[in-house]
T-cell receptor
Framework: AQSVTQLGSHVSVSEGALVLLRCNYS??????LFWYVQYPNQGLQLLLK??????LVKGINGFEAEFKKSETSFHLTKPSAHMSDAAEYFC????????????FGKGTTLSVSS | GAVVSQHPSRVICKSGTSVKIECRSL??????MFWYRQFPKQSLMLMAT?????????EQGVEKDKFLINHASLTLSTLTVTSAHPEDSSFYIC???????????FGAGSRLTVL
């Protein structure tokens, strides 16, 4: 069985500050991990995914995430927040590289203030 | 890039009526499509996996007779909410997997409000 826990339902940062969104997973098989972003009234957009090729994964819009097996974590970071980063972020786990049958976390709302 | 379109984006209906939501892959063929449901401020929950030309596979707890899924072609899957009730009000999102590829594309979602 697989599950995802996102710590913090709401994160607020100032523009230019570091963004850190936390995600911990549980999986009985080697996991494939994903981060998605959802803007209001829109579908999900893939930010990045971990498919075991490299533990540090770089995604779009300057985001990156590091897979740490010992900590069962896949936290999402961005060095400098931009106002346009304000959105809902979902961490998800799957048993396959394509990310089908995803198990999602409850999401974290990121607010960015000027 | 791969684009998935959902229609309608918003729909309001009366209790007891049925509503059909379409999910189309516009520029690729999708052997498999997925339907999710998202309640306000909550995560997406997988409802069912739709395979072209065969019956959908429903997740535990999802009523297949209430949420009818049809995947008649490689570019279209439909979700019909039958005899809708206010508790069915939700955001329904589909995703499509490009045939032969490890790529999943999400639609923009359809917000259903049942009065």
């Amino acid at each position: 069985a697989q599950s995802v826990t996102q710590l913090g339902s709401h994160v607020s940062v100032s523009e230019g500050a570091l963004v850190l969104l936390r995600c911990n997973y549980s999986s009985s098989v080697p996991p494939y991990l994903f981060w998605y972003v959802q803007y209001p009234n829109q579908g999900l957009q893939l930010l990045l995914k971990y498919t075991s090729a490299a533990t540090l994964v770089k995604g779009i819009n300057g985001f990156e995430a590091e897979f740490k097996k010992s900590e069962t974590s896949f936290h999402l970071t961005k060095p400098s927040a931009h106002m346009s980063d304000a959105a809902e972020y979902f961490c998800a786990v799957s048993t396959n590289q394509a990310g089908t049958a995803l198990i999602f976390g409850k999401g974290t709302t990121l607010s960015v203030s000027s | 890039g791969a684009v998935v379109s959902q229609h309608p984006s918003r729909v309001i209906c009366k209790s007891g009526t049925s509503v059909k939501i379409e999910c189309r892959s516009l520029d690729f063929q999708a052997t498999t499509m997925f339907w999710y449901r998202q309640f306000p401020k909550q995560s997406l929950m997988l409802m069912a996996t739709s395979n072209e030309g065969s019956k959908a596979t429903y997740e535990q707890g999802v009523e297949k007779d209430k949420f009818l899924i049809n995947h008649a072609s490689l570019t279209l899957s439909t979700l019909t909410v039958t005899s809708a009730h206010p508790e069915d009000s939700s955001f329904y999102i589909c995703s499509a997997q490009k045939s032969g590829a490890n790529v999943l594309t999400f639609g923009a979602g359809s917000r259903l409000t049942v009065l």
